[in-house]
C-alpha cells in the first residue's frame, strides 16, 4: 500500500492512464480487423481504403507511446503486403 502522497496520486494517476491507453489500442485493433476482414473477403477497395484509414492511428499509437516503433513497421508492413497481393 502506498504511504506517501506521491505515490498515492501515481497509483490514481497509473488508472487513468491504463484506461487511456487500453481505449487507444482497442482503437488501434479495430482498425486492423477491418483491414483483415476486407482482405480476407477479397475487396481489394475496401482494403486498400481501410489500410490508409489505418496508417494514421497506428502512427499516433507511436507517438502517444502505446506501440513500439518497430512493432507497428512490421504490422503496417504485413498489412501492405497482403493488400498488395490481391
Do not use: W, Y
Request: hydrophobic letters at 40%; a positive charge; one cysteine or more.
Amino acid at each position: 500500500m502506498a504511504n506517501t502522497p506521491q505515490a498515492k496520486k501515481r497509483i490514481r494517476r497509473n488508472e487513468r492512464r491504463a484506461e487511456i491507453n487500453h481505449s487507444r489500442i482497442s482503437r488501434i485493433r479495430s482498425f486492423i480487423k477491418k483491414v483483415e476482414s476486407a482482405c480476407e473477403a477479397g475487396d481489394k477497395e475496401a482494403a486498400a481504403a481501410a489500410l490508409k484509414a489505418a496508417q494514421p492511428e497506428m502512427a499516433r499509437g507511436v507517438a502517444r507511446g502505446v506501440l513500439h516503433k518497430n512493432t507497428v513497421a512490421r504490422k503496417l508492413s504485413r498489412l501492405t503486403r497482403r493488400v498488395a497481393t490481391l
